[in-house]
């Protein structure tokens, strides 16, 4: 699978930079805001979900009601606090094994793009120094539908100017892999089989892929991609 795919398509939180954490101190500060606690639990969640559907369970989970106006300032505190943490991202936060990952891509010609509902994405990217190891960015700004619904990998296949049958999603979502399996790719998960099982293959992290990680897997006998 992964031999034969000629577009890459990542999503960002997770896979390539565990941003999740200060997505979640940014919504567990508007809930105390709010009146009531948000627990890590709930942030699950979230994972994958859109800023707006993300407020809309955060509301749900400690009883709040809001109007469309209210709920769009909610969102706008909500992001400016994850901003102020996020401006501090150095790239020494990139996750094991990703930046190794997608430069090898880059060495044997796959076209790589980002699909990920972050608004802030291109900034992070940024932050990490990684923005030149894309050819395309697909994210919330370009794209309006909550995975799992297909539209940001679809949109990020065309990006690259392939058929989605042709590239494989990295996604550390439930919902990622159903939006990734939906738009016609086969994807790897990046995380818990448990909750991953339906992707193609899952592996702990990007790190598992990289060609020192297969070639000792190979060595060892564990290898079975």
């Not at 990998?153 to 399996?181: H, K, N, R």
């Not at 790897?188 to 702990?204: Q, R």
């Amino acid at each position: 699978m992964l031999q034969t795919m000629k577009g890459a398509i990542f999503d960002l939180d997770g896979v390539i930079v565990d941003t999740a954490k200060y997505h979640y101190l940014a919504w567990r500060a508007l809930a105390e805001r709010l009146g009531f606690e948000f627990t890590e639990a709930d942030n699950e969640r979230l994972k994958g979900v859109s800023r707006m559907e993300s407020l809309r369970i955060l509301l749900e989970v400690g009883g709040v009601t809001a109007t469309e106006a209210e709920r769009e300032k909610m969102a706008e505190m909500k992001n400016n606090e994850y901003v102020d943490y996020i401006s501090r991202l150095e790239p020494s936060e990139i996750l094991p094994g990703a930046r190794e990952y997608l430069l090898e891509l880059r060495e044997q010609g796959v076209k790589i793009a980002l699909g990920s509902a972050s608004k802030n994405a291109a900034f992070i990217l940024a932050r990490l120094g990684i923005s030149d190891l894309f050819d395309a960015v697909i994210d919330g700004t370009k794209v309006s539908k909550a995975k799992p619904d297909p539209e940001v990998f679809l949109a990020a296949s065309a990006a690259l100017g392939l058929p989605p049958s042709e590239c494989v999603v990295f996604e550390d979502a439930e919902a990622g892999v159903q939006a990734g399996q939906a738009a016609g790719c086969r994807v790897v998960g990046i995380g818990n089989p448990a909750i991953l099982g339906a992707a193609d293959l899952v592996v702990s992290g990007l790190n598992e892929l990289t060609s020192q990680s297969i070639s000792k897997a190979r060595n060892q006998g564990t290898y079975n991609n």
